[in-house]
């Protein structure tokens, strides 16, 4: 989980596919420059997590009530962020603390219904981003949106109860294909679609009043696997073992037949191989005797087979 180290009462963790603890998290060297809403933070972090397609996710807080700042009318505003989207904004009051924390989890974003009176939840889930031939506006307008495109913000600001209002449903963007210009130079590979989960009533929601300036934002980019491994963020995978290793064949496994058939080959080599050095020792000999520039010595005989050694 993403903790500040100048602000440890609040933890904020994203969780993926039903997990009850937080995903991995790396350090972020390139946070966003831009905040998508509510302006500079006192205190913030930026980390990176990877995204799998088709994964639901969702955003988890703890804040520890350490410092006050939930008393009475007074509370802690949580707005929640994701590709520049506001999908969530809630008012943390008293009745929210258990065991000295406020604790809970944005999962689903509120949006119209096409029935009167009721609203429909959307799950968030990672999406692979298309990308297309575009010219003209469509680029423009696909650039704006990149600007926060794989980003998760959430902003913590200290905030007053005004009173009871009607539930407004969010309104988020649910393009999953983008020009490709636009993304030109970005390392982006996920967007967040909206998966539809139930209905429920409109129920009426708390106005708030934000007291100063945010508290705190913590970001998360989100990016495909194989990113974050050009990057040099998390190491690559170790290339795959073959599947059928080679057995080597014991001769114990052989039938005797075979074993007798292969011995016969085996010295038949060998004699090939001997016949073969003894063929060139003798040709090799009598190529040196031919080349030997001294006469050779004759040994002359006379009537009685005595042998002449004079040389003469």
């Given at each position: 989980m993403a903790v500040i180290d100048s602000l440890p009462e609040v933890d904020i963790s994203i969780r993926i596919n039903g997990s009850e603890t937080g995903c991995a998290e790396y350090d972020d060297c390139y946070p966003p420059h831009k905040p998508a809403g509510?302006?500079?933070?006192?205190?913030?972090?930026?980390?990176?997590?990877?995204?799998?397609?088709?994964?639901?996710?969702?955003?988890?807080?703890e804040i520890r009530n350490a410092r006050q700042w939930i008393v009475g009318t007074r509370g802690l505003s949580v707005k929640s962020y994701i590709d520049g989207n506001m999908v969530s904004h809630r008012c943390l009051l008293e009745h929210h603390i258990q065991d000295e924390a406020a604790r809970g989890c944005v999962e689903e974003v509120i949006t119209n219904s096409t029935n009167s009176g009721m609203a429909m939840l959307k799950l968030f889930s990672f999406a692979a981003i298309k990308k297309m031939e575009e010219c003209g506006a469509r680029v423009n307008e696909d650039r704006n949106l990149a600007e926060h495109l794989g980003n998760i913000e959430i902003v913590i600001s200290l905030s007053k109860v005004l009173r009871q209002i009607p539930l407004k449903p969010f309104t988020v963007n649910t393009?999953?294909?983008?020009?490709?210009?636009?993304?030109?130079?970005?390392?982006?590979?996920?967007?967040?679609?909206?998966?539809?989960?139930?209905?429920?009533?409109?129920?009426?929601?708390?106005?708030?009043?934000?007291?100063?300036?945010?508290?705190?934002?913590?970001?998360?980019?989100?990016?495909?696997?194989?990113?974050?491994?050009?990057?040099?963020i998390i190491p690559r995978d170790p290339s795959p073992e073959p599947l059928h290793k080679p057995q080597t064949q014991s001769i114990a496994d052989l039938p005797l037949s075979e074993i007798r058939r292969l011995a016969q080959e085996r010295l038949d080599q060998l004699d090939e191989?001997?016949?073969?050095?003894?063929?060139e020792a003798t040709v090799k000999r009598e190529a040196e005797e031919d080349n030997n520039p001294r006469p050779r010595k004759v040994y002359k005989k006379d009537k009685y087979e005595t042998i002449d050694l004079t040389g003469s």
């Open positions: 509510a302006g500079p933070a006192t205190h913030k972090i930026s980390k990176i997590i990877e995204s799998q397609d088709n994964a639901v996710f969702k955003v988890h807080y393009e999953t294909e983008f020009a490709e210009k636009a993304l030109k130079g970005k390392d982006l590979t996920h967007c967040t679609s909206f998966l539809d989960d139930r209905e429920v009533f409109k129920c009426p929601i708390l106005e708030v009043d934000n007291l100063g300036a945010p508290l705190a934002r913590f970001t998360f980019r989100y990016r495909s696997r194989a990113i974050l491994q050009a990057e040099g191989a001997t016949v073969k050095r003894e063929d």
